[in-house]
């Protein structure tokens, strides 16, 4: 199993070219069709694609990696930052995007709503926003 994200976009994205070395990578990387039709239920945007990093892994960030695991906190921070870049330059004004991860097959299973977030793209802390599996982080310009 892998760990995913799910990017629900109101607007279409391109998908990457597979030799150009992005750090953020948009397509289907882990998921079938089946996959990304369960995750409608925790994403209300017209459309929905897979994210990957550099790496070809899910991105996840958890604020106590910032202590436990500094260097690695640091490089899951520029993957967010470029993917919050890419987002930014294709959001239009009082549109969102959803980011949702999980591990692939648990798409429809309940999320931790407790856990979800919200920023929006042009004021936000870092250091404050966690990427955690079954939570869906809503990012609105």
């Known amino acids: ?27 289907n990387n882990f998921s079938s069709k089946y996959e990304r039709e369960n995750v409608r239920k925790h994403i209300t945007t017209k459309h929905i694609y897979e994210v990957a990093t ?14 436990n695991s500094p260097h690695n906190y640091q490089k899951k921070q520029q993957y967010l930052k470029a993917l919050l870049e890419i987002l930014d330059s294709h959001l239009e004004q009082g549109d969102y995007c959803e980011l949702y991860t999980c591990w692939v097959g648990e798409e429809s299973e309940e ?6 977030q919200t920023i929006q793209i042009s004021m ?15 990012i609105k310009k």
């Open 1 to 27: 199993m892998s760990l995913t994200n799910y990017l629900g976009c109101n607007f279409t994205l391109p998908i990457s070219d597979e030799e150009i070395e992005d750090l953020i990578i948009v397509g």
């Open 54 to 67: 550099a790496e070809r892994i899910g991105l996840s960030l958890y604020k106590e990696d910032k202590k």
């Open 111 to 116: 999320r931790n709503k407790e856990l979800d």
């Open 124 to 138: 936000f802390d870092m250091d404050d926003i966690e990427v955690a599996e079954k939570t869906l982080l809503t």
